[in-house]
């Protein structure tokens, strides 16, 4: 993996979401006015999205650290969702559907 600061392409000082920690980050502001982006790459040359600030300056040891905190909240909810494929789902009926929405026409 490479980071790379490059300027944002994305129009003002929208944010993004950190691809290693999964936290909201805003592009960081250079001295020539640019907005600027840590740009995720691949061993390939790969862009696979964008890094946080304060993982960035976590350095390599702190990034797999953080990662490895993210592969298992993300284990967690993959198992959690699990659970919940795995059981019966009942849906409201259509007329249940229908009494909802007569209930806000009055």
Known sequence: MKIVWEQSVYVGNAPVFCTICGCRSY???SRKNQLLLAIIYDKRGVAWGEACRECVSAGSAGI??????????????????????????????????????RQDAS
């Open 27 to 29: 592009p960081v502001q």
């Open 64 to 101: 797999k650290a953080r990662l490895q905190d993210r592969i298992q909240d993300l284990q967690s909810k993959i198992n959690e969702l699990q659970l919940l494929a795995d059981t019966e789902i009942q849906t409201p009926t259509l007329e249940q559907e229908f009494q909802i929405h």
